[in-house]
């Protein structure tokens, strides 16, 4: 269980008009700010405080959700950018005065001489912590105890935050989040929540309620996608066609995860299919929303400009899978299945086979699912491993050596180049 954490500060008055002490409330998402409050849930949030600004409502509080708004000792709002951006427009719109007389009348309360604020343009009480702090931990908890709960889609990424490390998480063909051998890495997930939280998030039976299976799924498609369109269309959409592809996305999401750390630690050849993976899934929504067929888009010139050959590729494969989430979600982990058998940059490659390209990665991995039982191809080129070896029947020193010269078409649009690439393999 979470608890609570006391932070010590002090009184400080601020002028929200001043240019040279203005309050800078933060509307777009950032460390100290997990909701976007360019959305229209909270812009009515803000015009409501300022309509009936009111003292009472901005002043003492134990707590930073409610009260006057909180301050990191460098000056970032941790706690009420919606009460700070209320005040400067009551300020703005003339609904300040009783907020402004109210401050004046109780300015040496809170330490302050009542001349000088009646001598400020737009004053404002604020509190700052005084001891350094993690600004986005006591941002989450600011806004977790807030009177306007985040949307799903701010939501994300503060749970995703939450989330053990995705190695071995497996997330079932139909994504049912509560498989049994799930039970605890859910657990242990749902701990980290504070635990005003947490009965939210189970249900009497310690399963994830619903609730809890859809942040589940927000947090395990951030963690592995990050924060893009495609997330924002697949966390809020209620499009029926857009749910395979959640479905298959969330079901892929572990092992790319997993891989995208390996590659940000150096210990996986930087090939990383998510940006095609994410251009792909949004103008795949974009064009099932607009009633476009795939093919009809492909065929035309434009697309040159939007999408990649390996996007292309993967939007068409998706097209043609779209009834089947188990293909789609395959394919990625079968990509990043053979970019884990490529090897690790930093050991060095005692045959000097070199690196595959992102499109043959790409086109390898769709021949293993939909063609498992045909011969291995080599991992450059088009013509199957004459010596495929397996865990139980390892290559021979004969087989080890065998060279196999390919052509390699790079699809991400460099020259094809002449490989004389060693076909490697784990000797036992």
Avoid at 203 to 212: I, M, Y
Avoid at 232 to 241: D, F, H, I, N, W
């Amino acid at each position: 269980m979470t608890s609570a954490t006391a932070y010590q500060g002090m009184w400080r008055r601020g002028d929200v008009r001043s240019p040279c002490d203005a309050l800078a409330p933060s509307v777009e998402k950032s460390e100290s700010q997990a909701r976007d409050r360019t959305r229209a849930a909270s812009d009515a949030q803000v015009a409501t405080i300022a309509a009936g600004l009111d003292f009472r409502r901005l002043g003492d509080s134990p707590e930073m959700g409610v009260g006057a708004p909180t301050l990191s000792n460098k000056g970032a709002i941790i706690g009420g950018n919606a009460r700070t951006l209320a005040i400067g427009r009551a300020y703005e719109q003339g609904t300040a005065d009783n907020y402004r007389q109210a401050l004046e009348v109780n300015a040496e309360r809170y330490g302050f001489e009542p001349e000088v604020v009646a001598g400020m343009k737009a004053p404002a009480l604020v509190r700052v912590l005084t001891d350094d702090v993690d600004v986005r931990a006591a941002a989450i908890a600011s806004n977790e105890g807030g009177a306007l709960r985040m949307s799903l889609l701010e939501q994300a990424p503060v749970d995703a935050g939450r989330l053990p490390p995705l190695a071995g998480f497996h997330v079932p063909e139909d994504g049912n989040l509560n498989a049994a051998g799930n039970s605890d890495y859910v657990m242990a997930w749902v701990r980290q929540f504070p635990g005003t939280e947490q009965a939210a998030l189970v249900d009497a039976a310690g399963k994830l309620s619903q609730e809890g299976l859809i942040r589940m799924r927000n947090a395990i498609l951030f963690r592995a996608y990050g924060e893009s369109a495609t997330l924002a269309r697949l966390v809020e959409s209620t499009e029926p066609g857009a749910k395979n592809l959640s479905t298959a996305l969330t079901r892929a999401g572990p092992p790319v995860a997993s891989a995208r750390d390996a590659i940000a630690a150096g210990d996986l050849h930087p090939l990383d299919l998510t940006p095609d993976i994410i251009a792909a899934s949004e103008k795949l929504v974009q064009l099932r929303g607009e009633g476009t067929k795939v093919a009809d888009y492909m065929a035309q010139v434009e697309i040159i400009e939007s999408l990649t050959p390996v996007g292309r590729r993967l939007l068409g494969y998706f097209d043609a899978n779209a009834r089947s989430a188990r293909r789609m979600a395959d394919v990625v982990a079968a990509y990043y299945s053979r970019l884990e058998g490529v090897g690790n940059p930093k050991v060095a490659d005692m045959f000097g086979g070199g690196v595959p390209t992102r499109a043959h990665l790409l086109d390898q991995a769709i021949r293993d699912v939909e063609e498992p039982d045909a011969p291995t191809l080599s991992l450059f080129g088009d013509k199957p491993d004459p010596f495929p070896g397996t865990a139980d029947a390892p290559r021979s020193s004969e087989q080890m050596l065998y060279k196999a010269n390919a052509r390699v078409d790079d699809a991400d649009g460099e020259a094809p180049r002449a490989l004389d690439a060693a076909v490697r393999c784990e000797a036992a």
